[in-house]
């Protein structure tokens, strides 16, 4: 049986990946346009090899990030499913049913 501390736990866990995963999307945009701006200017190619280097960590993050934001998903939605006879009107149970709705709503969003 999930408990409402349980649930707050998860949901602050999916909360928590799901801002790291828009931080590392403002740092790939970020970094692609530094990338592009170094090219433009003609840098040099030592320079340009390790900002590409830059980039390429940082988009290797993404997919990490996603996978453990779809594991907390599963994990949040199984203990909202678990719950027995809920206060569906307790502050923890809104929260987690509103992460959920956005977390699903950015998966909708995404390139597969």
Do not use: W
């Not at 170094?38 to 390429?56: I, R, S, T």
């Not at 993404?62 to 949040?76: F, I, N, V």
């Not at 199984?78 to 006879?85: F, H």
């Amino acid at each position: 049986m999930a408990t409402l501390k349980a649930l707050k736990i998860k949901t602050g866990s999916c909360k928590r990946i799901l801002k790291e995963l828009h931080s590392y999307e403002k740092e790939v945009d970020r970094e692609a346009a530094k990338t592009a701006a170094m090219k433009e200017k003609g840098a040099d190619p030592y320079d340009l090899k390790q900002q590409e280097n830059v980039l390429a960590e940082s988009r290797m993050m993404l997919p990490d990030c996603r996978k453990r934001l779809e594991s907390g998903l599963a994990d949040l939605q199984g203990m909202l499913a678990g719950l027995e006879k809920p206060c569906d009107d307790a502050e923890e149970i809104i929260e987690a049913k509103n992460i959920v709705k956005e977390v699903e709503a950015l998966f909708e969003t995404l390139p597969s």
